[in-house]
């Protein structure tokens, strides 16, 4: 009999392995004859942990979620609260997207086009992971409005929209385009959102966010 | 024996039921069996069109360029040189993701992330598209700059990118989260793009561009 933890270590292998195949071909490339190729299991052996290919779907959005918890949200938030917080995260974000050319890009970007016309349990999944991730920015963006650095007047819900549009846009350029200047175009863009956000002048971005 | 109009006229429902089916399942939707089901025809039938899946994906995305030249390109062309040909050509790229709800999304978008990490004539072809979009978009904003309404320092490259972003999050609102204030936060992200690239004040938007 194989002892729990050696079910669990096998588990973590083939999510692992689920993450590898979505940043590269998207969700509808997480095939389970993908998923056995890549961790060098049979198709049935596969079947001993997931019973289904939507359930390894939904394993593998819950489990990349997590990953991006740990790599982008938390250690964001070491940082102090408010613009350092939010700038952050926005770096940490674009790290996210722009790994070693071989690893893939974002593994949930492609999927808001992949599933926007189609229903069913993995779309609620993506699509209750993508608006806990805006109502984050939505709150780093009130964090920082709260602490006087941010207009009172700013509309955080077309902040939010905003941003998430620099990152998609730079995802295009970096992966699919391979310009050689995305991240710096992307970083402008970044800074002159966080600019025209400030309260007023007296808030220099440059003193506050010696980062960008 | 088929005179050649048939062959052109049946050569054309094909295309047409390609463009419905990337529109909503992405070019990785877009299979011999999928289009065959669609046009009513076998696989067979089909070949005496296309020698290959390949063929079917190189002419679809020539076809689409032209269905995109023929709604959105040339329109907006009919409007005044400047200011009016940008926002005009900006007001139908939008109508062109925002069509009925069950006729799926822009047909261009989803594979700027299925075929990131995927070489071969297809992202070759994708790519010379978008390169030549991107291209014309650049020309509306050189234009717009040389009738003296943007400011002469204007980074064209920095405004393609991030009228691209307000597009890819338009997109993204409107048919993933199926926000029903999509459009409305695009154009003010739009307006607001404008606003800010204008030479000075003494341009108002508003006087210029009263469909805005």
Redesign the interface.
């Known amino acids: 009999m194989i002892p729990p933890s050696v079910g669990r270590e096998t588990r973590a292998l083939i999510l692992q392995a689920a993450l590898r195949i979505v ?4 969700f ?1 490339g997480l095939t389970l004859g993908n998923l056995a190729r890549a961790v060098g299991m049979s198709k049935s052996g596969l079947f001993a942990h997931f019973k289904s290919i939507e359930q390894v779907h939904l394993t593998s959005v819950t489990y990349i979620a997590d990953v991006f918890r740990s790599e982008v949200i938390l250690p964001a938030l070491e940082e102090a609260e408010g613009l350092p917080q939010l700038e952050a995260t926005i770096t940490k974000w674009q790290d996210w997207a722009d790994q070693s050319a071989s690893s ?2 974002c593994p949930f ?2 999927s ?6 189609r229903d069913g349990p993995v779309r609620d999944s993506l ?1 209750a992971q ?2 806990a991730w805006r109502a984050h920015l939505n709150q780093l963006v009130a964090a920082t409005t709260e602490t006087g650095v941010f207009r009172e007047d700013l ?1 955080s ?2 902040f939010v ?2 941003i ?10 970096l ?3 391979h310009s050689g ?1 995305a991240r710096a ?2 970083q ?2 970044v800074e002159a959102l966080l600019q ?1 956000s400030l309260r007023s002048s007296e808030h220099s971005l440059n003193s506050r966010s010696p980062k960008l």
């Open positions: 940043r590269t071909y998207g509808g893939g890009g970007i492609a808001f086009f992949e599933f926007d016309d699509l993508e608006l509309d819900e077309k929209s905003e998430c549009g620099i990152y998609y846009s730079f995802h295009v350029s992966r699919f385009l200047s175009i992307s402008l863009e025209r």
